[in-house]
């Protein structure tokens, strides 16, 4: 069955970087888009990131764009997303998903297109 387990989360100051993981395993990775979003108390789960099948093409949500960037590495199954310039405002549960069908062009922000999703991992940022 489709696995997605993140990592690399953590607390770090305003200002510091993190990289964030997500090991996909259960079916041909390169097939599939992938996208990052996140949760903070109390909110719905947001959009963050996007990257399509190829990996030619990503899209961000406002609020980020500019300090993440959205990556993948099919060799080992794996997206990342890097965060620069971290604000307190940035703490969230992040999740990774993925859609159901291979070569997805759908609506990439929705989180009701995203079939599978990850455990999450936490990022907290102190000001």
């Known amino acids: 069955q489709v696995q997605l387990v993140e990592s690399g989360g953590g607390l770090v100051q305003a200002g510091e970087s993190l990289r964030l993981s997500c090991a996909a395993s259960?079916?041909?990775?390169?097939?599939?888009?992938m996208a990052w979003f996140r949760q903070a108390p109390g909110r719905e789960r947001e959009f963050v990131a996007f990257?399509?099948?190829?990996?030619?093409?990503?899209t961000y949500a406002d609020a980020v764009k500019g300090r993440f960037t959205i990556s993948r590495d099919t060799a080992v199954n794996t997206l990342y997303l890097q965060m620069h310039n971290l604000k307190p405002e940035d703490t969230a549960v992040y999740y990774c998903a993925s859609p159901e069908s291979a070569f997805w062009s759908g609506a990439t922000d929705q989180k009701d297109q995203y079939a599978y999703w990850g455990q999450g991992t936490q990022v907290t940022v102190s000001s």
């Open positions: 990257i399509s099948w190829r990996g030619s093409s990503t």
């Open positions: 259960g079916r041909t990775f390169e097939y599939y888009a």
